[in-house]
C-alpha cells in the first residue's frame, strides 16, 4: 500500500487507512481512516491479524483490499448480505440451540500463501502418519508402553479406548481415512496444532459450500487470485474408500452411514453421498449375515464392501456396544474382523482424539518417525501427574480448562472470564478426577477482519485442513474450514456456540508474496509461557453424541419399540 492517506481523502476508499501512532500503548495499535467499514479498526499489540499489520494491509491481502476498495462499502455490505441469503435461502444448516440455522458465511476471506501453506501441510502429513503408527500399536504390540514414552494406563483409561477390536489390522493398513486436524496461529503467527480429530470429523461440506458461495459474491476479487480449488475433495474421499475395500474387491459398493435426518451434520452427510455416487443409508437399511453386510433395496440385497460411517462407536453396532442402539447394524464388527467389509474412519480412533494423548504426540513424532514436529503443540498440563495438577488448581483463575472428552466447546472453563464461585466449582471437578482434564494457558487466537453490524472488525479464527489418507499417499484439501468466532473478545469459534467461517484461499503461486513462516520461539515453549486456542469440534459435533442418542429414541418410536 501506498502512503496514508489524508483526512480529505475519498469516502468511497475501503482500505487505505491511517496509522494514528498516537494511540499507540499498552492497549495497542489503533488503525483509523476514512472507511465506513475499516475506521478505528483495532489491532491488539499481543494479537495477530492475519490482514492488517502495524503498517496496513499486509501484501498478501493487497488485491482483496483493491477489490474492496473499488467495489466501496454499501457494494460490499449488499454483498455480504446476498451471501446470507443465499445459505437460508439452499438450506446450508447447522443444528444450533435444537433449531436448524443457517451457517454464517463472512464476506472475508482468508488468504494464505504457498509457503505457508506447505508449511502446514507438511506438518499435517507428519500428524497423520505418527497417529497411524500410534493407533497401530496400541491395538498391537503396544511398543510405546514398554520403552516407558507413554503409560498404558492413560491408553486403558479413555473412554474411546475399544478393547475388542484389538489385534485387528486393517486391509490396506488405513485406520485415518479422513482426519480433521484443528490449527491455530498465536500472538506470534505461529502456526500450531490445537486438536486432533480422527474419529468423524466434520464441516468439509462448508469447506464447499463456502468457496461456490465466496465465487459468487467476490469473482472479480478472485479472479485477481490463482486460488486453489477445493472441489475435487468428494473424488478424492471416494477413491480413498475404494482402495481401502476388502482384498479381492476391484469396484466395490460403499454406502454413506449416516444417523438420520435429526443429525446435526445430516447436510453433510447427503452432500458428500451425492458428490461421491454412494447411497446413504441409516442402520435400518443394513443387515449383516454371516459376516457380511448388505444394504437392503428394491432389488433384495446387495453387498456392502466399504461403510464410510457418520455414526459414533457406541451406536454403531448393538453386539458390541449399546444394546439398544438401532443408529447402527447388529453385526459389523464381525463382519469388520472376517475381512469383508471395511468401516472408515476405523472404530476405536477415539483414543487419538483424547486431549491427554495429545499432549504425547510430539514425544510419538520422534519415537515412531524420529523426527522432530512440524507443526508444534500448544502447552498442555496433564493433571493426573501430582505436580502439574497443584501447579493449575492455584492458577485456575489464569488457565483454560478442559475435559479430555469433551467437544464443541462444551465444558470448557476460561478462567479469567469466570466467577470465584465458579473457579471453585472446577477446582472440586478436576480433584474429583484429574484424569478426566487438561490445562493450558488462554491465548489470543489470530484475527482476520469479519463483518459485524455493517463494519469490519478483528475476529478470532481457527483452521480445521482435512487430510485424505488413501494408504498409498495423503492429500491435504487446500485451506479447509476456517471458523471465526462472531462475538467480540469470544474465543470458541464453534457452530454450536454460535460461530460462524470463511472461505480459506490457499494461493497457487507465489505472485502476491510471502510471509516467512514464524518459528516457535523459546518462550513459547517454556513451562511457564506456554499459549493455546480454545475452539473444539467441527461445525455440529458439539451436540452429536447427545442428538445421536435423540435419534435413537426417534427412531425407536417410528418402528415401535418400547
Given amino acids: 500500500m501506498g502512503g496514508s492517506p489524508t483526512l480529505g481523502s475519498s469516502h468511497r476508499s475501503f482500505f487505505t487507512f491511517d496509522i494514528w501512532s498516537k494511540h499507540y500503548g499498552n492497549l495497542g495499535q489503533y488503525i483509523a481512516g476514512m472507511s465506513s467499514l475499516l475506521s478505528g479498526y483495532p489491532v491488539a499489540e499481543k494479537t495477530f491479524d492475519e490482514m492488517v499489520g502495524p503498517e496496513g494491509v499486509r501484501e498478501l491481502y493487497g488485491e482483496l483490499a483493491k477489490g474492496f476498495d473499488e467495489q466501496g462499502a454499501d457494494e460490499v455490505r449488499q454483498r455480504a448480505g446476498y451471501l446470507a441469503s443465499r445459505y437460508l435461502d439452499t438450506g446450508v444448516t447447522f443444528d444450533f440451540s435444537g433449531q436448524e440455522e443457517p451457517f454464517p458465511v463472512d464476506i472475508v476471506p482468508r488468504i494464505i500463501d504457498v509457503a505457508q501453506w506447505g508449511h502446514i501441510e507438511s506438518g499435517l502429513k507428519q500428524r497423520v502418519r505418527v497417529l497411524e503408527h500410534f493407533l497401530a500399536d496400541v491395538y498391537g504390540p503396544g511398543k510405546i508402553f514398554d520403552d516407558g514414552v507413554m503409560p498404558r494406563a492413560l491408553v486403558t483409561t479413555s473412554a474411546h479406548f475399544v478393547r475388542a477390536i484389538s489385534g485387528q489390522t486393517p486391509v490396506n493398513g488405513v485406520r485415518i481415512h479422513v482426519a480433521g486436524i484443528d490449527c491455530i496461529r498465536d500472538g506470534q503467527g505461529v502456526w500450531r496444532i490445537l486438536e486432533d480429530n480422527v474419529r468423524i470429523p466434520s464441516g468439509v461440506s462448508y469447506v464447499l459450500t463456502n468457496r461456490q458461495a465466496t465465487a459468487a459474491a467476490l469473482p472479480e476479487v478472485m479472479g485477481r487470485y490463482g486460488v486453489r480449488r477445493v472441489d475435487d475433495y468428494p473424488a478424492r474421499l471416494r477413491a480413498a474408500l475404494v482402495k481401502a475395500a476388502p482384498a479381492g474387491v476391484p469396484d466395490p459398493n460403499i454406502v454413506v452411514l449416516t444417523p438420520g435426518v435429526h443429525n446435526s451434520a445430516y447436510f453433510e452427510h447427503t452432500l458428500l453421498a451425492r458428490t461421491m455416487g454412494v447411497p446413504l443409508v441409516e442402520g ?208 470458541i469459534v464453534n457452530s454450536s456456540q454460535g460461530g460462524g467461517s470463511k472461505d480459506t484461499w490457499v494461493l497457487n503461486a507465489d505472485a502476491w508474496g510471502n510471509e516467512p513462516v514464524p518459528a516457535e520461539s523459546h518462550e513459547e515453549r517454556a513451562p511457564g509461557q506456554p499459549e493455546v486456542s480454545h475452539s473444539d469440534e467441527a461445525p455440529d459435533e458439539a451436540e452429536h453424541q447427545q442428538q445421536q442418542q435423540q435419534q435413537q429414541q426417534q427412531v425407536r418410536t417410528e418402528v415401535g419399540a418400547p
Avoid at 492458577?395 to 483454560?400: A, I, W
Avoid at 472428552?405 to 471437578?429: F, H, L, N, W, Y
Fill in 284 to 491: 435400518r437399511d443394513l443387515v449383516a449375515r454371516h459376516g457380511t453386510v448388505y444394504l437392503r433395496t428394491t432389488d433384495g440385497l446387495q453387498r456392502v464392501d466399504v461403510i464410510y460411517r457418520r455414526v459414533d462407536d457406541d451406536f454403531l453396532d448393538p453386539v458390541q456396544f449399546r444394546t439398544d442402539s438401532v443408529l447402527g447394524c447388529a453385526g459389523l464388527l464381525s463382519a469388520q474382523a472376517n475381512g469383508n467389509v471395511t468401516i472408515a474412519n476405523s472404530i476405536g480412533n477415539g483414543v487419538a482424539d483424547d486431549k491427554l494423548v495429545y499432549s504425547y504426540v510430539p514425544d510419538m513424532i520422534r519415537y515412531y518417525l524420529h523426527e522432530d514436529p512440524i507443526l508444534p503443540n500448544v502447552r498442555t498440563w496433564r493433571l493426573e501427574e501430582p505436580e502439574h495438577l497443584a501447579e493449575v488448581v492455584d492458577r485456575l483463575d489464569e488457565l483454560v480448562v478442559k475435559p479430555v472428552d469433551g467437544s464443541g466447546g462444551k465444558g470448557i472453563v476460561i478462567g479469567p472470564q469466570c466467577s470465584r464461585r465458579e473457579i471453585d466449582a472446577v477446582r472440586t471437578k478436576v480433584l474429583e478426577s484429574p484424569r478426566g482434564w487438561i490445562a493450558q494457558p488462554l491465548v489470543q487466537l489470530s484475527t482476520v477482519p469479519t463483518m459485524a453490524d455493517g463494519v469490519l472488525r478483528p475476529r478470532h479464527v481457527d483452521l480445521r485442513p482435512f487430510v485424505v489418507n488413501d494408504g498409498e499417499d495423503m492429500w491435504v484439501l487446500p485451506g479447509g474450514l476456517t471458523r471465526v468466532a462472531l462475538k467480540e473478545g469470544q474465543f
